[in-house]
């Protein structure tokens, strides 16, 4: 474990960070020691180790999702374990053969994801197409980073969507976008065409593209922040699950970070299994999952349709009317807190 000088934080900063006590709760939830025999039956938590490892003791055929973030062909420390930019080719060969070693989990009708930088982009593909059938690549708008000087911003990122085979689950209806109507067509009638009049302005719930440009990337005053330097949003983790997925289907992401996948998972009601090698990530993550038992909110999803960035008031009221008021304060509260200074 490492352990680290506890950072001075402004009081507004909603960071999720660990205390001792934490460690010592949540340390017991994770699983620990690689198994002697294979695993019959499927197995949900936390895995503290290399998925390498574990990936072949894990039961064949079991998975309904694979996300995989893993890290990026970039020089990078995650809580000091240094990974380093190698050729395309180097980087390419190490995904074939993790690819190679996760594939027999997965069942007929899989979806998979997985997350690219564009230089890491180039990799995926190449061995992504060696394996599964490529669908599309989602490119969604990375909004943080200090300008470059000498080149473009970089800003935004790739998730390559593959099957395993023609058979497989895409719930379109459960990914809306919540959209404003700049030109509101209208029938002849004056009825509004494709799209709906609400007090609070014109919307029109639009079909999912392959452009997503309503993500925020998790920063300190959102209470889903923590310290690892690559987490996820879990609106970003949410639209994935929740069209590649059934209920109670079983996702696995063996390159969990901060648990994004396994929270999502646990909100939407779907099985998870994440392996992480670093202890510190595996208890934040254990400890976002203890939260994710009573709190479902995921900032941007309410009422069943993801909201574009800047709608808070708007989905305040949606939340308000849907539930009549009632309960809707805690919601509201934490969707303040969530978008207060960003979104
Ligand atoms: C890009 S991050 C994932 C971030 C994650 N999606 C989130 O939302 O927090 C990749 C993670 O993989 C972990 N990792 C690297 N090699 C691993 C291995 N062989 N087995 C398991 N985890 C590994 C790193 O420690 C890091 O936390």
Redesign the pocket.
């Known amino acids: 474990m490492t352990t680290s000088i506890p950072k001075q934080r402004s009081p507004r900063n909603r960071t999720l960070t660990l205390s001792e006590e934490d460690r010592n709760r949540l340390s017991p939830t994770l699983i620990t020691g690689l198994p002697k025999r294979p695993v019959i039956s499927p197995r949900t938590g936390i895995i503290h180790?290399?998925?390498?490892d574990w990936a072949k003791l894990l039961p064949p055929g079991h998975v309904d999702l694979l996300?995989l973030?893993?890290?990026?062909n970039l020089d990078k420390s995650?809580?000091g374990?240094k990974?380093a930019r190698q050729s395309i080719e180097a980087y390419t060969d190490w995904l074939d053969s993790t690819l190679h070693s996760l594939k027999h989990l997965l069942k007929p009708t899989a979806s998979i994801y997985i997350?690219a930088d564009w230089f890491t982009s180039l990799s995926v593909f190449q061995a992504a197409s060696r394996h599964f059938i490529v669908r599309n690549r989602i490119t969604w708008e990375r909004e943080k980073g200090r300008g470059a000087k000498s080149n473009w911003k970089n800003s935004s990122e790739d998730i390559w969507f593959c099957t395993m085979s023609q058979e497989y689950t895409f719930n379109v209806e459960s990914v809306k976008l919540r959209r404003k109507v700049i030109a509101p067509y209208t029938h002849a009638t004056g009825e509004p065409k494709d799209w709906e009049r609400d007090k609070d302005g014109n919307f029109r719930d639009t079909h999912p593209s392959n452009l997503w440009t309503d993500i925020t990337i998790p920063f300190w005053s959102m209470p889903e922040n923590?310290d690892?330097p690559?987490?996820?949003s879990e609106k970003l983790?949410a639209k994935i699950v929740l069209a590649s997925t059934n209920s109670d289907d079983f996702v696995f992401?063996?390159?969990?970070?901060?648990?994004?996948?396994s929270v999502v998972s646990k909100k939407l009601g779907r099985r998870c299994l994440g392996?992480?090698?670093?202890e510190e990530?595996c208890l934040l993550a254990a400890k976002r999952l203890e939260s994710a038992i009573t709190n479902k909110t995921i900032q941007g999803f309410t009422d069943g349709v993801f909201w574009e960035r800047n709608t808070l008031a708007k989905q305040l009221t949606s939340q308000e009317k849907s539930s009549n008021g009632s309960g809707s304060r805690h919601v509201a509260q934490d969707l303040f807190s969530l978008e207060n200074s960003h979104e």
Not at 49 to 52: L, P, Q, S, Y
Request: proline share 9%.
């Open positions: 180790g290399d998925c390498g996300f973030d893993p890290p990026y995650f809580n374990k990974f997350c923590t690892h690559t987490q996820k983790v992401d063996p390159f969990l970070g901060s648990g994004t996948t392996i992480e090698i670093d990530y």
